[in-house]
């Protein structure tokens, strides 16, 4: 059985790590208030740039872009965007068991990393990563999207991704996010399953011209949007698991102090014990 100085120092140790663990439930709290308004802003301008899209590229029947490309699929490029940091529970392995399914036993599957969990998991068992980006996932910026929507455009472009997928984790409460995979490339497959009303649109100067500003516009709102939706979830995620070790670790504390405290007594009697043993000794 444990000493009593050795049941005060697991305690001690214990209380240390429950006010790490609260300090960054408060501070994942604060961050997480501002990352969800981020999120849910956006998520009207993501809806309505897909819809206006979707009407456009229907009924603009002799406009073509590079980016509206529907060719034989050779080669996929998958955008994962995951976390930075770790202690958010199964936020990141969540994901990636969202990824692995589509791209295990695949040599035709490319990777672009977003946060360095996801590149840290797919660079160790040997997938091929064409681009990793890094410290952004939980405070991203519109900047960040543009970036990323350049290089996946540029990738499709040139012919390196025939088909490009969006990996990332919707965000619905700060106990409730669920990964997501979306099609992102060719944006022919925008309003799949959708009868999407056929109007006459007149455009101005071209309907090549709208949809050259349109497409990329809409690929970095996408990309923004999902940017934000996942900044929202890791942070929830980190709140409510580090909300978890500090309740549990309070437990913890609370069974070490009865365990001390049995301890203690146990040696207080055996004391009593001995004195009076002696005692009865001399007489």
């Known amino acids: 059985m444990a000493s009593a100085r050795d049941i005060r120092r697991r305690i001690k140790s214990v209380k240390n790590i429950q006010q790490i663990t609260k300090a960054m439930k408060m501070v994942a709290a604060a961050r997480l208030r501002r990352a969800q308004e981020r999120a849910i802003a956006s998520k009207p301008y993501t809806d309505k740039i897909r819809e206006?899209?979707?009407?456009?590229?229907?009924?603009?029947?002799?406009?073509?872009?590079?980016?509206?490309?529907?060719?034989?699929?050779?080669?996929?490029?998958?955008?994962?965007?995951?976390?930075d940091k770790g202690l958010a529970g199964a936020y990141s392995s969540n994901l990636i068991k969202e990824v692995l399914p589509q791209v295990r036993g695949k040599d035709n599957v490319r990777l672009v990393t977003v946060g360095r969990k996801a590149r840290d998991y797919f660079k160790r068992r040997g997938y091929k990563i064409d681009g990793e980006y890094t410290g952004f996932s939980e405070k991203p910026s519109y900047q960040d999207a543009v970036m990323l929507a350049r290089f996946m455009a540029d990738k499709f472009v040139t012919g390196e991704y025939d088909e490009i997928y969006l990996t990332y984790t919707h965000f619905y409460s700060p106990i409730s996010q669920k990964p997501?995979?979306?099609?992102?490339?060719?944006?022919?497959?925008?309003?799949?399953?959708?009868?999407?009303?056929?109007?006459?649109y007149i455009f101005e100067p071209s309907a090549g011209e709208v949809l050259s500003l349109l497409l990329p516009r809409y690929l970095e709102t996408v990309i923004y949007g999902a940017?934000?939706?996942?900044?929202?979830?890791?942070?929830?995620?980190?709140?409510?698991a580090m909300g978890s070790a500090t309740d549990n670790a309070q437990e913890l504390i609370s069974k070490l102090t009865l365990n001390y405290n049995k301890v203690r007594q146990a040696t207080i009697t055996r004391e009593i014990s001995e004195i009076v043993g002696g005692a009865e000794a001399l007489k």
Do not use: C, F, W
């Open 227 to 240: 940017l934000l939706q996942s900044a929202a979830s890791e942070l929830g995620a980190r709140m409510t």
């Open 52 to 83: 206006v899209l979707a009407n456009v590229a229907a009924n603009a029947r002799d406009a073509s872009h590079p980016l509206l490309d529907v060719r034989e699929v050779k080669q996929v490029g998958y955008l994962v965007l995951s976390a």
């Open 180 to 200: 997501t995979t979306v099609k992102l490339l060719p944006v022919a497959g925008i309003g799949d399953g959708e009868e999407i009303p056929q109007t006459e």
